[in-house]
């Protein structure tokens, strides 16, 4: 069933493929990031795959790889009931980590992409209001790196018409770096 | 100088044409002084600011915490931004260092309405994982399909029960917690928590149902449907009921889809898409059960969408009690499931299996997969990345109200502020499951 | 240069300074030559204990065997055994009594394997490579074999995992869990022996655990030399035991407690003090002598919990001394000091350095450097910089001299003499600086470390003086000095050490420093900066330009990405397999 849409895939854009595979019955397709929206459009649209939602989309960081970073859509087609994963691979230098947005293809991508943005720091390109959603907008870093310590500080907050305090508590809380390396 | 007096008292005319006067006001308002009138009027072509106003984080309708920040006009909305975040507790973080036991509490606390159901979902993607699917006892998937269904009862019940009572039906909200409190007392002879259960284990279930849950549960069903045909009856011809809800959030089948929609949202614009019919897993091909669908898409079609699903779960358990069979309840491999506490304190072997086992978790191979339940508000997934070790590399929750909560701004925006409320209700967006 | 150097002196030298009763011992000094130099101690290195079993890697120029297992075929060194052979393709062939830097017993026989052409099954620790040999190490009947081992291990094994310290880095639970899934079969009562019985100055030995695999004698037997533990009768009633008597003393016997596979054999020091999986480790460098064994640090957090060493073949082979692991104390964290200290005021930071500067400013100020074995090339250099730039006289200390021996105690116990000296370049002897401080023949002196021992006298003197110290704990010079800069403690830092060998020793951070502590070479940077002189560079540069200078690919590496100097978990405690 869906070993059939890595042979549509396969067949039909070849070149956006770097490596089809599956695990536990789930069929996954790696692409390109050029060929990304094209894949996406095509298995969204074709008859033979309609695959009109675009259940989840997130991000695997794979720290100590190159590349980091591997940004997974899961397909689904209502009517022909069939599931792909779609992923993309891309480092996490500030010219790298970025992806062309899926916000034009399925409304679901709008608040899963920019969930992606917040906690793993990947760019969206084309995203129409890319900003914070689950954490507040003066946080400092994306938690779900793996660089991320799981128990980080972050740095205080001030009113802005609060003054400024000296007292030393507030000192070493504002120290934004976890002094625990883990 | 006495104040002039009114030229005449108002009138109250049975008749509404017949009150129309020459302003075209109708009958109910009341005729003003002259110099009043004229204020009055200018006020009416007084242009008017659009107002920024906030709804929550801090609200009673607000369910589990989102903002609103709406811009309205008067009463319409002309444009909201949803906010949410507020309970966001870093629980895929936290996954990754924990082992795949301790991740039970933490599910629990994702849908926590429907915590049977989390549990169960994410006990079933590490299974895929394992390659262990087929050898879960069948004992187990059927006391997993049991207490899945009362969870969800549960669930439907909570929004039913929350959006009536946020419209001024509260003689509904105090029935229907009655309903839930039943089936809550179900659960807790199960697993010894009302709410947050951890419940499931990989392979199977912490322990065996009590003994009298057979004929406990048929009780309390039997009164969890007397409670629902009394909410119906109260609510389904109401007219208040009716006004508020029908052509009100109505969102369009292709639109639904586009935006992620699973679940009751979904079946209530007309498409009929439920895992357990269109991807069986578990036992549920055992079952005979209905889909129900609505088409209209609003906040009427959800509403009958779940309390129709309410009397289908029932059916479900009820079919499941009589098929249930003995046995184990948790699967025979000593690489997944504890060993009996007698060999744990009485022979080396047992010991060091438990000790393992706790301390470094049960390994998973190397892998991937993303496995999918239906959840109390629809496709509940889970996407684990494991590596070899006994805790996950990667552990994401494929929230299905976070999804609907996307197009809550959609829904809102030409609506006016109070139907915000009822729309919001509808979708039963759950703060644990949309933020996680 | 033109003296000849004496050999290692058997007297201690000292570094108190009142009129020591007879003149100070002729090593390290050329009064009588050259009174501005010093020259690094010379010692006799003993060479890195060798491992009698060699891995498998094949080098160049040596023979070589090939052979296949499991399907796929491996070249190896000749003389290697399967099982290291085995390793190569990152199979772990389980195994209790082998252990790369011991004899071999092939008494557990839990590393057998089948080997074509044999009708039994051999033991692979002992089963020398042998060309065109054909090995399976995962067939049924090796498998069985494996499990039906561990069965009887298990069989006479007390369940004390919840009370054993070895419980979570155990290499017998391990095994089980990879090998033997099955239940006891038997109900029969397990053969009671000595339980927490004290065997030693450090050592308590639980017979009971003991799965006799003579580990423990054939180290003690073969390292130190010493053969305390022996094993008392056999077949059922063998026995691990210390000889009558006898007190397993020796100066390497917590070596032990790492290579017993169980529980059996305990540290006194880190018993019931934390579980593994709570550490993270560290790889460093011990610095408790010129000899630079490598260790890991265990640690949870900023706290310290033991030291284990590391195999490293050039330096210590697969051993430490017992006093090097104790160095893991002196990084408590109620002795740290976290902020700096002017006149007994605790002061921020940049109130410290503004204020050292002023009191050094000026032509007319009579400074002294003190450079310390103790400290990391970075802070000599650094160090050496500033008194350049200050014209201050300069002096070498260290700690006092200690026990030696042939194996991995070096007398010196300063594992940066050599580099201190070479930073300090030309340097008065550390006699003439208790002399010359009491004789209050300056205004200023800059200690770099704050571990020397320095008489009352002389300490009294500090506060008279413009003393600064960089201290990362209190000790009483530190205590003495008018101003106190927190510095990193060795656990802290990023930082090189030269070894007895000349060798170019890595200390890695554990955690970060907390507080106001600094690097030295950090703290020094900025005195120089506050003075209005040139930037001397940070300390990360300086270790960047030590492993350009060294070759060392490892620090390189370790300056440039900070994830590389993040703390892993254990080895096999915790999650890492």
């Known amino acids: 069933m869906a070993a059939r849409l890595l042979e549509f895939l396969t067949r ?20 390109h990031r050029e060929h990304l929206v094209e894949v996406l459009t095509l298995l969204r649209d074709h008859a033979e795959t309609k695959m009109n939602m675009l259940s989840d989309l997130t991000v695997v960081d794979y720290l100590g790889q190159q590349p980091r970073f591997e940004v997974v859509y899961q397909l689904y087609s209502i009517p022909r009931k069939h599931r792909l994963r779609i992923k993309v691979r891309i480092g996490d230098d500030d010219g790298e980590c970025w992806v062309p947005t899926a916000t034009g293809l399925w409304h679901s991508a709008n608040w899963s992409e920019r969930e992606a943005w917040d906690l793993y720091g990947v760019r969206f390109e084309g995203h129409p209001d890319l900003r914070r959603i689950l954490m507040y907008e003066e946080f400092v870093g994306h938690p779900l790196r793996k660089d991320y310590p799981q128990n980080g500080r972050q740095p205080l907050i001030r009113r802005p018409d609060a003054p400024a305090t000296d007292d030393q508590t507030t000192r070493l809380l504002a120290d934004s770096h976890d002094r625990r390396v883990s | 100088m006495s104040a002039p007096t009114p030229t005449s008292p108002p009138r109250i005319a049975s008749n509404a044409a017949e009150t129309i006067d020459a302003r075209g006001r109708q009958a109910g308002e009341l005729s003003l002084p002259p110099s009043l009138q004229q204020f009055a009027d200018d006020a009416e072509r007084l242009p008017t600011d659009e107002l920024i106003v906030n709804m929550g984080p801090s609200h009673p309708a607000m369910h589990g915490t989102v903002r609103i920040v709406l811009r309205i006009d008067g009463e319409s909305i002309k444009d909201a931004d949803v906010q949410v975040g507020y309970l966001h507790r870093g629980f895929e973080k936290e996954s990754e260092s924990a082992t795949y036991t301790q991740i039970f509490p933490y599910v629990d606390r994702l849908n926590y309405v429907s915590p049977m159901l989390n549990n169960v979902g994410f006990a079933m993607a590490v299974e895929k994982l394992l390659g262990i699917t087929a050898q879960i006892p069948e004992r187990a998937e059927y006391i997993r399909v049991i207490v899945g269904e009362l969870a969800r009862v549960a669930d439907h019940l909570t929004c039913i029960t929350a959006s009536l009572a946020e419209l001024g039906g509260l003689t509904a909200f105090f029935w229907g917690n009655r309903a839930r409190e039943h089936i809550w007392d179900l659960l807790e002879d199960v697993s010894g928590a009302r709410m947050t259960h951890s419940y499931c284990r990989i392979g199977g279930v912490a322990w065996d149902l009590t003994r009298d849950f057979d004929a406990k ?9 007397g409670l629902v045909v009394d909410i119906r009856k109260l609510v389904d011809r109401n007219r208040i009921f009716l006004d508020r809800m029908e052509g009100v959030g109505a969102i369009s089948a292709d639109d639904a889809i586009s935006y992620g929609f699973t679940g009751p949202c979904l079946r209530a614009c007309g498409v009929a898409y439920d895992v357990r019919k269109d991807h069986p897993y578990s036992v549920y091909e055992h079952f005979d ?16 969408v779940r309390i129709e699903e309410i009397e289908q779960s029932m059916r479900i358990v009820e079919q499941a009690l009589v098929q249930i069979p003995p046995g184990a309840v948790i699967v025979d491999d000593p690489l997944v499931a504890l060993p009996a506490k007698r060999e744990v304190y009485n022979s080396i072997e047992g010991m060091i299996a438990h000790f393992k086992h706790i301390m470094d978790g049960l390994r998973v191979p190397v892998g991937e997969a993303y496995s999918y339940t239906e959840g109390g508000n629809g496709e509940l997934g889970f996407y684990i990345v494991a590596d070899g070790s006994g805790r996950p590399y990667k552990n994401r929750c494929r929230p299905p109200c976070f999804y609907i909560t996307a197009a809550l701004r959609q829904l809102i925006v030409g609506a006016n502020i109070a139907d915000v409320v009822p729309i919001f209700g509808s979708l039963n967006m759950i703060g644990g499951e949309c933020d996680r | 240069m033109t003296t000849s150097d004496p050999p290692m002196p058997s007297r201690p030298r000292s570094a108190t300074i009142i009129l020591p009763a007879e003149p100070p011992p002729p090593i390290a000094t050329t009064r009588t030559a050259s009174p501005t130099t010093v020259k690094p101690p010379e010692n006799k290195v003993a060479p890195a204990p060798v491992a009698p079993n060699l891995d498998a890697v094949p080098r160049p120029g040596e023979a070589t065997v090939k052979l296949t297992i499991d399907g796929e075929q491996i070249e190896v060194r000749k003389g290697t055994n399967v099982l290291e052979a085995a390793k190569l393709l990152g199979r772990d062939i389980c195994h209790f ?32 490579v042998a060309e065109g040999m054909v090995v399976h190490t995962e067939s049924p009947v090796v498998l069985e074999a494996r499990r039906a081992l561990l069965e009887f291990t298990l ?11 070895k419980a979570g880095e155990c290499t017998l639970q391990r095994h089980y869990m990879d090998h033997d899934h099955q239940l006891t079969r038997v109900d029969v009562a397990k053969i009671r022996k000595a339980k927490h019985k004290d065997i030693g100055r450090e050592i308590v030995l639980d017979q009971e655990r003991c799965i006799l695999c003579s580990r423990c004698v054939r180290f003690c037997d073969e390292i130190p030399g010493t053969g305390e533990l022996t094993m008392t009768f056999r077949g059922d009633h063998q026995n691990l035991d210390i000889a009558d008597g006898h007190r397993l003393d020796n100066a390497y016997s917590i070596n032990v407690v790492d290579i017993c596979p169980v529980g059996a054999l305990t540290a006194k020091d880190f018993r019931f003090a934390i579980r593994p999986w709570e550490l993270k480790a560290t790889p460093t460098t011990c610095q408790g002598c010129a000899t630079g064994c490598a260790i890991e640090l265990q640690h949870k957090h900023e706290d310290a919990y033991r030291i284990v060493p590391r195999h490293d073949p050039d ?17 408590a964290s109620d002795k740290r000091i976290r902020h700096a200290r002017v ?73 940066n003499m050599r580099g201190a000296i070479a930073a300090a370049g030309a340097a008065k ?25 320095l008489s009352e006298v002389v300490r009294s003197a500090l506060g008279a003086i413009n003393s600064v110290c960089l201290s990362d704990r209190i000790t009483p010079l530190a205590e003495a000095c008018s101003i106190v800069l927190p510095a990193t403690s060795w656990g802290e830092t990023l930082g090189t050490t030269i070894n007895r060998q000349g060798r170019l020793r890595v200390l890695q951070p554990a955690w970060r420093p907390e507080g106001d502590r600094r690097e030295r070479a950090d703290l020094l940077r900025d005195i120089a900066l506050a003075l209005g002189e040139r930037d001397l560079g940070s300390s990360r540069d300086r270790s960047a330009a030590i492993a350009q200078e060294f070759d060392h690919a490892g620090l390189d590496q370790l300056t440039r990405e900070p994830i590389a100097a993040r703390p892993t978990l254990l080895r096999f405690s915790n999650t890492r397999g």
Not at chain 3, 102 to 113: E, H
Not at chain 3, 155 to 165: G, L, Q, V, Y
Not at chain 3, 384 to 411: I, S
């Open chain 2, 289 to 304: 059960f209905d889909i129900p669908i609505a088409d209209a898409g609003d906040n009427l079609a959800r509403y009958l």
């Open chain 1, 12 to 31: 039909e854009r070849p070149a956006a493929l770097v490596e089809t595979g599956a695990h536990v019955g789930d069929e996954i397709a790696v692409v």
């Open chain 3, 343 to 415: 006149d007994g005021q605790e002061v921020p930071l940049g109130h410290a350095i503004a204020s050292i500067a002023r009191r050094l400013r000026g032509n007319n100020k009579k400074v002294a450097a003190v450079f310390s074995g103790t400290a990391t090339n970075e802070a000599n250099r650094a160090l050496a910089d500033l008194a350049a730039l200050l014209g201050a006289e300069r002096f070498v200390l260290g700690r006092t001299a200690g026990k030696t021996d042939e194996l991995l105690r070096d007398a010196d116990k300063n594992p």
């Open chain 3, 155 to 165: 069989k006479n094994h007390p369940i004390d995992c919840p009370i054993c310290d």
């Open chain 2, 217 to 225: 549960c048929k009780v309390k069903l039997a009164k969890v449907r």
């Open chain 3, 429 to 453: 002897h550390e006699g003439e600086l208790g002399l010359e401080l009491a004789g209050r023949a300056y205004d200023a002196v800059l200690f770099l470390d704050g571990t020397f021992e």
């Open chain 3, 315 to 331: 330096v210590n082979g697969h051993w430490m001394c017992d006093e090097g692991r104790y160095t893991y104390k002196e990084l």
């Open chain 3, 97 to 128: 009594c082998y252990h790369p830097g011991l004899s071999i017993a092939a008494s557990c026989r839990q590393c057998l394997v089948e080997i074509e052409k044999n009708p039994k099954l051999q033991p692979s620790c002992q089963q020398p």
